[in-house]
Every structure is written in structure tokens, then in C-alpha cells.
């Protein structure tokens, strides 16, 4: 069924991702918060796993906005040196300890995607960006390409995930969801898009398992779930309408 949401006014920019990370209202004047981040599914996603099969990865690889790091330690895991970065202190201190449970070597920095100071004078040959895009306001994902930019080496590549905005129809409407359009106008002035494919993203709520209840709940959070008609991962696990963006460094 679909739940109709009252949700407060959505504004990426007032989202704090460090609340989300301690199951604390994520909007400011709200009670909305995630018990477990929707976005934490346990393992890289399987648009990345399709990706490395695909042998497009080269050099030292970045993982932005890497969150609890499963991106990244599956890379590591490969044998790529990897770094990542996110803004939330929290996550981070969870990731370095998954990555030490794993027994793999990843560099985890707390870093503002917009500016990357951290990284100045680093050269990647790859940027993974796993559900960082579309978090970003217009302004800041203008910044973030051009950030990306100065810590890459020639030839780099980014691999980008995000939600795509959906119509009002559609099984999964994410009020983070970006146009291709915007996307190739923001990445023009530093990366060459290459490709924009339709994609999934899988979350970590079960679709056998979420309630009408669950359901309401995510509508007050902009969020819209048409249990009937969503689409499943392998794992029976709620999987999104997303872009798949490959550029490579002008």
C-alpha cells in the first residue's frame, strides 16, 4: 500500500548525518530518526560489487562519503589501497572497527566532501561515491566535483550511485532523488560524463518485514513506499530507482 506523507519541508543542507549515526532526530524541530541508518545494509552494495567486475578501477581509490566504511573494506578486501572519507565522527569510529574485524587496511578520514582539506595533495586514480551525491545541496555538489577534481590524478575516474528522482507513481520516491540533467550540468565543468545508466540502490529494510506502520513512518520522513509494487534486491531488501554515473577527470 502507499502511505501519503505529511512530511516536514526536506532541505538536504539541514539534514545531520553525525544524528542520524547516533539514532538521533536527523531534522532539526523534528522527532525523525533512523534506529538503524536505512542506507547500513551490511555489505558494499551490489552496484559496486557489478562494477569491480567490470575491472574499471584503477590507482589508489577513494570511497566518499563511505559512512560505516562497507564499500570501502570490500575494495580493500581486493587488494585496492583505500581511502575514505565521511563527516560524521561516529560512523567512522564504527567503520575502523569493522575494517579491523575484517581484517583489512583502509585510511579513514573525516572530511568536508566540499572542500577536502585533508586530502590536499593526494592523486587517486579512482573516486567511488556510493549515496554521497545526492545528500549535497546544488551549490554543494558543485563544490564536491570540483573538490573531487583536486585530489585526482589525469585520467581518474569517478563511479557514482545516487537516487533519481521519481514520479509521484512510482513504487520508491526519495526526497534526495537528483535528474540526470542536473547531474551531467554540475560534473561537466571538471569530470566528462561518460555514462549515465538506470541503477538500484539496496536499503536495509526487508520488504517482507516492514509494517503499514514502518511504512508511515518513512512518509513522515519524505520518503514513499508502495510495499505491492517495490522492487527487491537478492536479499529481499527494498532496492531503489538510481543513477549510475561514470565520468572521467577533464
Partial sequence: MREESNAPEFVKENVDFEACY?????????????????????EPQPALVEATDRNVFSGDVLDAGCGLGENAIFLA?????????????????????????CGVQVDFVEADATRLVELAGRS????????LYHCLGAEQQR??????????GPGA???LLCWAVAGED???????????????????AH?????????????ALIRDELTDQGIALFARKGVGIDLGRTAVDYRG??????WSVSAVRR
Fill in 124 to 131: 587517486f586514480g579512482t573516486v567511488v561515491d556510493s549515496a
Fill in 157 to 159: 575516474r569517478l563511479h
Fill in 237 to 242: 531488501r527494498i532496492a531503489g530507482p538510481a
Fill in 143 to 152: 563544490d564536491y566535483a570540483a573538490a573531487l577534481h583536486g585530489v585526482t
Fill in 191 to 203: 569530470w566528462e560524463v561518460l555514462e549515465v545508466r538506470t541503477a538500484q540502490i539496496s536499503t
Fill in 77 to 101: 578486501g581486493l587488494g585496492y589501497r583505500v581511502t575514505a572519507f565521511d563527516c560524521s565522527p561516529t560512523a567512522l569510529v564504527r567503520a575502523r572497527a569493522r575494517a579491523r574485524e
Fill in 22 to 42: 547516533q539514532g538521533q532526530p536527523f531534522l532539526a524541530g523534528t522527532d525523525l530518526a533512523f534506529p538503524v541508518a536505512p542506507w547500513d545494509i551490511g
Fill in 170 to 188: 512510482a513504487a520508491v520516491r526519495h526526497p534526495m532523488g537528483v535528474d540526470q540533467q542536473s547531474i551531467r550540468a554540475t560534473l561537466d
